[in-house]
């Protein structure tokens, strides 16, 4: 059976057009209002006698009128179907002033030689706080993931503080206790040159543990956006070489730190941040290095740029730990029977960033490490 036989009832389209429960409207090329269907002067709190002869931009709020005509005379010069849901959604404004969105469809067609515009018009406003909602509750469970993996995160420091503390704890914390026991034995005998010895195996225990709680406090102030850079200009060779003299007691015998300087004689920097920086390089790099091999310091200044390199020729990174090298607690596999928290290198890379630096290194198991430090001469303040 053909249901578009000429037999079929004639449909009034009027009828369509007056009970459509979306809103249209009918404006000519220049847009004025034609025609608008009952359901939109209801969306928009009009009478037809109050929109006929006006132009659509009555129904756009006035910050936006000037834009929509515009775009309004643009799509006239080339009309064409536009379907709702295409994404391009509208502010409109109802008679009593209140903004809601709308989402448009628009049809051009001929008739009597004059063009015209059909516009289908749908109040979102509803789904557009359905969407706002969804996206509130997104961001309400994205909040509670990033918690719970900063908690998690805290969890695994927490854990990895305890397993570090109960070893590199007890080492000095053993020291001191035999050396104390030692000290009053050796002054029951008058042996004044043990009694010395053992003292400073207590003060270096001291500098050990109080290092490791530096270096704790160090993150605390960082995570905590405590520290603000403040940059002075200093005189390189002098800065660098009293670093160097406060390092030299750590070397072993035959070792020597060796230091050389081309370009600018002066440096601006945060004079405290790289001591922290330049002290943990160096000390690590006679930590790692054998004895008889010297430690090599190198800077360079010019107007714009500063570049330092540490160059050691100790145990060196392996490949496979290189990439986990600023980690927390990160400690290669041939550094274990070498005493450290695996703390410094992370805390010296937050340091680098805050000066608006870069540090890289290079390095090969069994033949050395150097790492480059490089910063702006005159950061941005």
């Not at 009309?79 to 709308?102: D, H, I, Q, W």
């Not at 405590?226 to 003299?245: C, H, Q």
């Amino acid at each position: 059976m053909n249901v578009f036989s000429s037999a079929a009832p004639e449909l009034d389209l009027n009828a369509l057009f007056d009970h459509a429960s979306i809103g249209i409207m009918v404006t000519d090329e220049d847009g004025y209002i034609i025609k608008a269907n009952p359901f939109l002067l209801k969306m928009f709190g009009y009478e037809l006698t109050e929109l006929a002869g006006n132009k659509i931009e009555v129904l756009v709020p006035a910050t936006h009128r000037g834009n929509h005509a515009a775009k309004r005379n643009k799509y006239m010069a080339h009309p064409e179907k536009r379907m709702m849901g295409n994404g391009v959604e509208f502010e409109a404004v109802k008679k009593s002033g209140e903004l809601f969105c709308v989402d448009v469809s628009l049809s051009p067609h001929f008739q009597n030689g004059n063009k015209y515009v059909t516009a289908f018009i749908n109040d979102i406003t509803l789904r557009k706080k359905a969407e706002s909602d969804l996206l509130e509750v997104k961001a309400k469970d994205l909040i509670m993931e990033v918690n719970l993996l900063r908690e998690m995160q805290l969890n695994e420091l927490k854990s990895k503080f305890v397993s570090m503390a109960s070893h590199e704890f007890r080492l000095p914390l053993s020291a001191i206790l035999s050396s104390s026991y030692l000290i009053s034995q050796y002054g029951q005998k008058g042996n004044f040159e043990q009694q010395e010895k053992h003292v400073n195996k207590i003060q270096h225990a001291v500098s050990l543990l109080t290092g490791i709680l530096n270096n704790f406090l160090s993150i605390e102030k960082i995570e905590g956006g405590k520290i603000e850079p403040s940059f002075s200009e200093v005189t390189v060779t002098d800065y660098l070489t009293n670093i160097i003299e406060e390092i030299n007691p750590l070397t072993s015998p035959g070792q020597a730190l060796i230091y050389e300087h081309t370009g600018d004689p002066t440096l601006q920097t945060d004079i405290v941040l790289l001591r922290h920086i330049m002290t943990n390089l160096l000390s690590n790099a006679v930590k790692f290095s054998p004895k008889n091999e010297n430690v090599y310091l190198f800077s360079e200044c010019t107007g714009t740029k500063v570049e330092i390199r540490v160059v050691d020729h100790g145990i060196g990174i392996p490949a496979e730990a290189q990439a986990n090298i600023f980690d927390r607690f990160f400690r290669a596999a041939n550094s274990a029977s070498i005493q450290g928290t695996g703390l410094g290198l992370s805390i010296i890379a937050s340091y680098v960033k805050l000066l608006k630096g870069s540090i890289t290194f290079e390095s090969e198991e069994g033949k050395g490490t150097t790492f480059i430090l490089t910063f702006a001469n005159k950061p941005a303040r």
